[in-house]
């Protein structure tokens, strides 16, 4: 890529102590702690991509994400005294567990905050991994607002804070899993794919390979309604979303860490234009790139983003072919590997990060992913009061694969006067430009709901 070069660039990692070597420290205190997760081929990838796909299986530890690595080695490091005090964590739910996880082993008293909307099985997980060393505390509806009450905590209580992404004795556990790749992949990867939340596992993986593999490509994907690391890189600093989408919740960070993007930005970043750049006021600080532009010169490092109804196309896929249960933030890399053109018979590894995906949630990911694929529509339809209007609807403009899967009327009262909302699931994704033509055609009163907008987001 043009502006990037392939020299590591790791002088503010390494001033903060994030290094290869602290990263080679971290892999020995980790070591018969955490689980060596397998480097699995992935046949079906590899045959739609032309390149040699593999999925780095971060969702088989045992506490299904990689989170345990960076919690264990920074409390691996804490004095007795340290210890002694206990520690606090903030988390969207994995690295949660990761704390609880050490809290327990360690038998260390540790406090854990976690945003409201956290789902229940991360929670139970994170109970049941820290047994009775642990109380769980719900507080705001993003990992943000649990931060901040963390943060609290520490300055009221003394306990140490346990950092998700911004330490360097975090990223340097989360780094491992970059030493791990280049040791169980034979060669150098020619792509590595990871995903990014506050940015620590990223950082600690570029700090990594940029050292033991120079010539690799790296490439950070964050949900789009998330993308606090693409903010921060087009802003020259840090940067605090306005809003963020949780459905993404391991992913979900309005505000990227220091460490991540210092290290992102020595690293030379480029990152995927984004319509949340719009915000942002001055010139930006890095070239901002199309997606097709992406062409994995050796040494690049590029950030982009995926929607988050392609992240739950990618999840039903990975469960319904691979048998892996990826959460969505687990699917973040693995849904870029579907986007990306590579070049033929790359290496290409790409991190399914976390696999504690409650399947009360499939429901809602069902139809996320149905209207990404275009399969799902919704219309508000004013019917015309007289007989046999809703049989003329059923007759003359569904299709013949075509199901209404909702129907409700809008008006709370009168509701026989009012429009009703109706949900459309197509037999293929091609019919909806006749079942529109058929609607025109009709008498009725017909407004198509177009997803991302707020009347899809308050009817539906």
């Not at 997760?37 to 299986?57: F, M, N, V, Y």
């Not at 990826?326 to 033929?344: I, K, R, S, W, Y």
Request: proline share 6%; charged share 20%.
């Amino acid at each position: 890529m043009e502006g990037v070069t392939s020299s590591p660039k790791t002088a503010p990692a390494a001033d903060l102590g994030l290094t290869p070597a602290s990263i080679e420290d971290a892999a020995r205190r980790l070591n018969g702690v955490v689980r060596r997760t397998p480097l699995e081929r992935c046949p079906r990838l590899s045959a739609d991509t032309g390149a040699r796909i593999h999925l780095k299986r971060e969702d088989l530890q045992a506490v299904r994400s990689y989170k345990i690595r960076g919690a264990y080695n920074v409390m691996a490091q804490l004095t007795p005294e340290e210890l002694a005090a206990g520690v606090v964590a903030a988390s969207a739910g994995n690295h949660a567990q990761g704390v609880a996880f050490a809290c327990a082993t360690m038998k260390v008293p540790g406090r854990i905050y976690v945003p409201t909307t956290t789902p229940k099985q991360k929670r139970d997980r994170i109970l049941w991994h820290g047994k009775d060393f642990v109380e769980l505390i719900a507080v705001g509806d993003t990992y943000d607002a649990a931060a901040a009450a963390a943060q609290s905590d520490v300055v009221r209580t003394g306990a140490s804070w346990i950092h998700a992404f911004d330490d360097p004795r975090t990223a340097s556990g989360q780094g491992t899993i970059g030493k791990e790749i280049a040791e169980q992949l034979g060669v150098d990867p020619d792509v590595v794919i990871l995903p990014v939340g506050g940015g620590g596992c990223m950082a600690g993986i570029v700090t990594y390979l940029r050292d033991a593999c120079p010539n690799v490509a790296i490439v950070g994907v964050e949900p789009y309604g998330a993308a606090s690391l693409a903010a921060a890189l087009v802003n020259g600093e840090p940067y605090t979303l306005a809003t963020v989408d949780s459905f993404v919740d391991g992913a979900a960070v309005k505000r990227v860490g220091g460490l991540g993007h210092d290290v992102m930005a020595a690293a030379g970043a480029r990152v995927v234009e984004h319509p949340v750049f719009d915000e942002i006021p001055g010139e930006p600080h890095v070239p901002v790139i199309a997606k097709a532009d992406i062409d994995f010169a050796p040494g690049s490092v590029t950030v982009m983003t995926v929607s988050e109804g392609a992240i739950c196309s990618t999840m039903l896929e990975l469960y319904q072919n691979e048998g892996v249960i990826a959460e969505p933030a687990g699917a973040l890399a693995v849904t870029a590997v579907q986007e990306l053109d590579f070049p033929a018979g790359a290496n290409v590894v790409a991190l399914v990060s976390g696999g504690n995906n409650d399947v009360s949630r499939y429901g809602e990911i069902i139809e996320r992913s149905l209207v990404h694929r275009g399969l799902k529509h919704y219309f508000l339809v004013d019917f015309p009061q007289e007989p046999g209007a809703l049989r003329r609807f059923l007759d003359e403009v569904l299709g013949p694969d075509d199901d209404i899967t909702l129907f409700e009327y809008v008006k709370r009262n009168n509701r026989e006067t009012g429009a009703a909302l109706v949900g459309i699931e197509l037999g293929d994704r091609t019919g909806i430009d006749g079942l529109k033509d058929r609607m025109n055609r009709s008498r009725l009163d017909v407004e198509w709901l177009e997803p991302g907008t707020p009347a899809y987001r308050y009817l539906t």
